[in-house]
């Protein structure tokens, strides 16, 4: 099997991943608060990621350092950009999870999806250009195709709104990494935005669900599923699968994480979508891929893979749409 081949695979598995995260999510949340349930995804990804953290220091000590500004600055710079970038990630998460105890998995999928067509938006009018066709179309196709999606089977629901809150908090989330991502080393920032949103976790979890903090026996399969392998494991096997697929081709195997979603909330919990809200989804991936052709390469929304300078094809394709998990 060529590199390429291989890189295109991980990212299906990755993506299949994420996918299975708004069932397993929407399950739990009968069992924990939002807060409790995030800290121990957290918690769990954070201890996972620390030994690998440390021996790839080993190995390349110094590679993450920049030029000038010393191991201060460069330590000072990490710890302030991953305290922004993990507050806002702390922000999407929550208000998906708060979405999904009363919205179904993949209505709240589709909606998470539409902060890929929200950013190029945000950033057309924070940078004063002009809106490009494509964006003129994919926009309101996935308004269109959301509405599809929430009217099928009653009206709107407070989950939705939730799910929108989402959308946009993780846009917010992928503008704020874009002028930060080239900055530091991707494992050592990734690790840094995991421990922020661990802290702010237990910090929230303390205060809104104080006698609720040790998760049932039933919850923990569940959350180390969720900490484990669809938090920690899929953040290396995306920067693995990144550095041989092309921008482009990740953000179509990206824009599949909403289908994904339907799949496995199927097969998990039985939900089902009808034709209306397959129509609907359908228009959401569709305005999802037009919306990353507004420009060259898509916004940076991760660190660049390890090993790959920045402002190259390759490293764009690790800015390539990932999706706030559930």
């Not at 992928?174 to 930060?180: C, M, N, Q, Y």
């Amino acid at each position: 099997m060529t590199p390429h081949a291989r890189g295109i695979l991980l990212l299906v598995l990755v993506t299949a991943l994420w996918g299975s995260t708004f069932a397993v999510v929407k399950e739990l949340g009968e069992q924990l608060p939002p807060s409790v349930l995030i800290a121990w995804r957290f918690t769990l990804a954070t201890v996972v990621l620390l030994p690998v953290l440390a021996v790839m220091a080993r190995k390349a000590p110094t590679r993450s350092i920049p030029a000038t500004g010393g191991f201060a600055g460069w330590k000072e710079g990490l710890a302030r950009d991953g305290l922004i970038l993990g507050a806002w990630l702390i922000a999407g998460y929550g208000t998906q999870t708060v979405a999904l105890q009363t919205t179904s998995a993949n209505r709240a999928a589709f909606f998470t999806a539409l902060s890929v067509v929200l950013v190029p938006v945000w950033l057309t009018f924070a940078q004063r250009r002009r809106m490009p066709l494509s964006l003129w179309v994919a926009l309101p196709l996935a308004v269109f195709g959301l509405g599809l999606l929430s009217w099928e089977g009653g009206a709107l629901v407070v989950g939705d709104a939730w799910a929108l809150a989402c959308a946009v908090t993780y846009a917010g989330f992928i503008v704020a990494l874009e002028g930060t991502a080239t900055r530091h080393h991707p494992l050592q920032f990734t690790f840094a935005q995991v421990l922020v949103v661990t802290v702010l976790a237990w910090i929230w979890a303390g205060l809104s669900a104080p006698g609720q903090l040790w998760p049932p026996e039933s919850a923990w399969a569940p959350l180390l599923y969720l900490g484990v392998l669809a938090t920690a494991v899929t953040t290396l096997l995306q920067t693995i699968g990144q550095r041989t697929v092309s921008a482009a081709e990740a953000s179509l195997i990206y824009a599949l994480e909403p289908v994904t979603a339907t799949f496995f909330s199927f097969l998990l919990i039985q939900e089902k979508v009808g034709l209306r809200g397959a129509a609907g989804g359908l228009l959401v991936v569709v305005a999802t891929v037009l919306s990353q052709r507004t420009q060259p390469h898509p916004q940076p929304e991760l660190p660049a893979p390890q090993g790959l300078d920045p402002g190259t094809p390759e490293t764009n394709a690790a800015a390539a749409s990932q999706r706030s998990r559930a």
